[in-house]
């Protein structure tokens, strides 16, 4: 083999592993950094969802009507001219 070519052969080798070293450690991290944006993208949506159920029940606990429920069910409230009606269930 001519010197020349031995040149070139080691030359070319030597920009392959510089290459090499150089792309493959950026290739892992801009994999990584994908699979990070895929999954943070799934919990903003769980977390979009879970805030839209929340609205939706503030705003029926804020209507007239759960404002009405809550204070029945909870605080044991009756309009004028009602009885309350206590039962007791015996526990097993």
Avoid: H, W
Wanted: hydrophobic share 40%; with cysteine; net charge positive.
């Amino acid at each position: 083999m001519k010197p020349n070519k031995r040149f070139r052969l080691v030359l070319t080798g030597l920009l392959c592993a510089i290459l090499l070293f150089s792309i493959v450690p950026r290739a892992k991290t801009i994999y990584e950094l994908s699979v990070r944006k895929n999954a943070l993208l799934q919990e903003k949506e769980e977390l979009t969802r879970i805030n839209e159920e929340r609205l939706q029940a503030l705003a029926e606990i804020d209507s007239p009507a759960g404002i009405e429920r809550i204070a029945r069910e909870q605080l044991g409230m009756v309009k004028k001219g009602e009885r309350t009606i206590i039962r007791v269930i015996p526990s097993e």
